[in-house]
């Protein structure tokens, strides 16, 4: 059982470039999210979904942008890198509500992105 | 706008003694409470959690605390062990229209000295 998926683990990127990063789930989960971790700031919410096709902004969305063309894969996408993107990305997933509380998100293994 | 504030950093506990993390939130539209940990160089991994209905959640070792009135919640770790050091993670459930997201907490690094 694969869970979240996340590809590529380390990637370093000059400014301006661009790159997507992909996550794919084989939990059937209609929600995903792309969060960002850096030092002292925690788990920041990029973007999420709530099914396919979906997108919504999360608390830190500027910079990025995301698809969720099939409903197992989730993109994150940097049309034009800057520093301030450097940090360690996770992608997550989970179900919808629907009556049960228990709608942990379970994550990957993160991506690691450095912007030189 | 932090709305799910870990003011602790780091804590070092003793093997065997309480451990014991706190989390503050500010929005009273949260939900349901997680709490995560996370290892180096992998994702968290969900830990334990608990409605805004209760206020009290216990597994094993791990008990989560709720505190609405106070807007406060903590996890206890009982015996602390050498494998919980870890960096923990708060979160927290927002509901709306419907959909929800999860907030989390900057995280406190959990150091259990053998």
């Known amino acids: 059982n694969a869970g979240v998926t996340q590809t590529p683990k380390f990637r370093v990127l000059k400014t301006g470039q661009s790159m997507t990063l992909l996550c794919a789930q084989d939990m059937n989960h209609e929600y995903m999210y792309w969060y960002r971790q850096d030092p002292g700031m925690g788990l920041r919410l990029i973007h999420y979904s709530v099914g396919e096709g979906t997108t919504a902004k999360g608390e830190v969305p500027d910079g990025y942008n995301v698809s969720r063309l099939k409903k197992q894969n989730f993109l994150l996408g940097l049309e034009s890198a800057a520093p301030s993107q450097t940090s360690v990305y996770f992608c997550?997933?989970?179900?919808?509500?629907?009556?049960?509380?228990?709608?942990?998100?379970?994550f990957g293994q993160g991506t690691r992105l450095t912007v030189v | 706008d932090q709305q799910v504030k870990q003011n602790s950093p780091s804590l070092s506990v003793q093997e065997g003694r309480i451990s014991i993390l706190n989390c503050d939130y500010t929005?009273?539209?949260?939900?349901?409470f997680l709490w995560y940990k996370k290892y180096p160089a992998e994702g968290p991994t969900f830990l334990i959690s608990?409605?805004?209905?209760?206020d009290k959640n216990e597994d094993g070792r791990f008990t989560v605390f709720l505190n609405k009135s106070a807007k406060h919640l903590s996890l206890h770790i009982v015996p602390s062990q050498p494998g919980d050091s870890a960096v923990y993670f708060c979160a927290a459930r927002r509901t709306t229209s419907g959909t929800y997201k999860y907030i989390f907490g900057t995280g406190t690094r959990l150091k259990v000295l053998a």
């Open positions: 608990i409605s805004s209905i209760k």
């Open positions: 997550a997933s989970s179900y919808t509500t629907g009556g049960n509380l228990n709608t942990e998100a379970f």
């Open positions: 929005n009273s539209m949260f939900d349901y």
